[in-house]
Every structure is written in C-alpha cells, then in structure tokens.
C-alpha cells in the first residue's frame, strides 16, 4: 500500500473522529433511548415513508432480521409505527410517529449546527473548496 495514502488514512481517521465527537454535548440519542443504529433507521424512514423493512435492509445493506428487531424496538417506543400495507396483506409499511419526527427533527439540526461549527473556520472559498473535495472523493470511492 502507498505509504503516504496510508497515513493519509489514519489522518483522516482521527479527523472522523474527532468530528464525530464535536458539538456532541448539545445532543445525546442516549437521552431519547435510542442508539446511532436506531437513529439511523430514524432516519431512513424519515426520508421513505412508507418503505418496508425488506427496503430498508437492502437500502442500509443489513439483515432483514436485523432491522426488524429495530423496527420492532422503535415502536416499542413509540418511534415507528407499521401499518399493513395496501395491495399486499403480508407486506408492512414503516412511518414515524410525531414522536419520532421530533426526534429526528432535534437530530438534524445538531447535524446543521455541528457542520456549521466546523465550517465557520473558513472563508466562503475554502468551505466550498472543502465540499467539492468531500464530494468528489466520496463519487470516487462510490464507485468502487
């Protein structure tokens, strides 16, 4: 492996985590009793309506018994909430409750504030610099 691309890695590797861990006082999911696994699935059901849990496993590239016990989890707490699906009596669909659009609503703007923390460091040209960077390096390796 190229030595320097390597210790890019690890670079880059502390630099997750130090993003990970910034802002991390203003939002905790522990508080909601949910975990980052949960919140993602928090999430992707807040951006498909409707999907099923076959959908989400696929999209999320995890086991189907996987996200059923999360989905089952989440209603538990009033997060999710399934409904017989329309044209297919064995099928489910997944929508959050109001509960659940709170919390992802308290979810993502900790992710605004947290990324507009990090990006006020720069001027206009370097924050955009930065985007084109991240995007084009996350389009290449998409791509493998």
């Known amino acids: 492996m190229d030595t320097n691309l390597e210790e890019n890695a690890q670079r880059f590797l502390k630099l997750a985590s130090r993003l990970r861990c910034l802002g991390s006082e203003n939002f905790n999911p522990g508080e909601a009793h949910v975990s980052p ?22 999209a999320l590239e995890l086991s189907t018994p996987t996200i059923s016990v999360g989905v089952r989890q989440l209603e538990e707490k009033a997060y999710l909430t399934r409904l017989p699906h329309p044209d297919d009596g064995r099928a489910v669909q997944l929508f959050l409750t109001e509960t659940g659009r709170m919390l ?14 990090l990006l006020t460091g720069l001027n206009a040209d370097e924050r955009n610099t930065l985007l084109n960077l991240l995007e084009r390096a996350l389009n290449a390796a998409e791509k493998k």
């Open 104 to 117: 992802l609503e308290r979810s993502q703007a900790f992710h605004r504030q947290k990324f507009e923390q």
């Open 37 to 58: 696994s949960h919140l993602a699935l928090i999430e992707y059901v807040g951006s498909h309506a409707g999907c099923g849990i076959q959908e989400m496993a696929e």
